[in-house]
């Protein structure tokens, strides 16, 4: 990962917001603190799109923000972040990226992989098997012409290689923490789980939103919260999910040497970045 002035400045800055925004939390090893600002000079007024690695609450994120009664705009949400940013996708929208701890994030893909091959199937066992992604881009057209109409039925397949499961998160969040079109804001699922009013109102008042900001204010609790946030796959309820991930009840998934490897992948700058430890 080529570290940036622009990733120095922001790792300095969470470091001290992490320092100053500490919330105690009944799980044994997350503390909450502020979403990450990676690039926003006014979102106000602007429709949100959901970002982020499939498998790190997206889903959950949508389902708060649906009963803000929010504009959410669903394009590619899982797409790779180069290819977005290349294609000039995250402009004009207020990019909210969920992230989630990566070895906690490879148990979600084993129940859930979608679009993840890798050549052995049981990647939690194997650290350093080579997996894929495929990918699939779908073009949409601008307007109603003919010409346009076709376009709409065209399909790019996207075929990547990595070289591990956890290259495909150190190369995910390497890549948004480069983005500098649009409003990105990047959201730790951990935070969401201890705090899910607290993370989202400061995510929108980041962003400029005040009318958001303050409807926010009067709300006491969700309804999203008693239900799983996925209607596919062996969704957790909330109260699962928080004593999963805050708890790390992941580690028993593992055996210490398969641990140990796969911490070994993890960027350590990124890590550091997220206030992650490993394992």
């Given at each position: ?260 490897a796969h911490c070994k992948n993890v960027n350590a700058t990124l890590l550091s970045f997220f206030a992650y430890t490993c394992p």
């Amino acid at each position: 990962m080529t570290v940036t002035k622009n990733m120095l400045w922001m790792l300095l800055l969470n470091l001290f917001r992490i320092g100053h925004s500490l919330e105690e939390t009944d799980g044994e090893y997350y503390q909450w603190h502020v979403p990450y600002v990676i690039s926003c000079r006014d979102g106000g007024g602007r429709p949100i799109q959901i970002r982020g690695l499939m498998n790190t609450g997206t889903n959950f994120l949508r389902t708060l923000l649906e009963e803000e009664e929010k504009e959410i705009v669903e394009d590619r949400k899982h797409m790779l972040p180069w290819i977005l940013e290349r294609r000039g996708r995250p402009k004009n929208q207020i990019n909210l990226i969920m992230v989630r701890h990566p070895i906690s994030w490879i148990t979600g893909m084993k129940k859930a992989p979608y679009f993840l091959n890798c050549e052995q199937r049981d990647y939690m066992r194997f650290p350093d098997t080579k997996c894929q992604l495929n990918l699939m881009w779908k073009f949409t057209p601008s307007n109603n012409s003919q010409k346009q109409r076709k376009i709409a039925h065209r399909k790019e397949r996207l075929d990547v290689d990595f070289s591990s499961i956890i290259d495909i998160w150190n190369q995910y969040y390497s890549a948004y923490l480069q983005w500098q079109e649009g409003c990105a804001l990047l959201l730790r699922y951990e935070d969401l789980l201890i705090n899910p009013k607290k993370s989202i109102q400061l995510a929108l008042s980041n962003v400029h939103d005040k009318h958001f900001s303050a409807v926010i204010q009067r709300r006491t609790t969700y309804s999203a919260l008693n239900k799983p946030a996925k209607t596919h796959g062996h969704s957790r309820s909330f109260e699962s999910a928080k004593a999963f991930n805050l708890q790390k009840k992941w580690h028993s998934m593992f055996s210490q040497d398969q641990l140990n490897a796969h911490c070994k992948n993890v960027n350590a700058t990124l890590l550091s970045f997220f206030a992650y430890t490993c394992p």
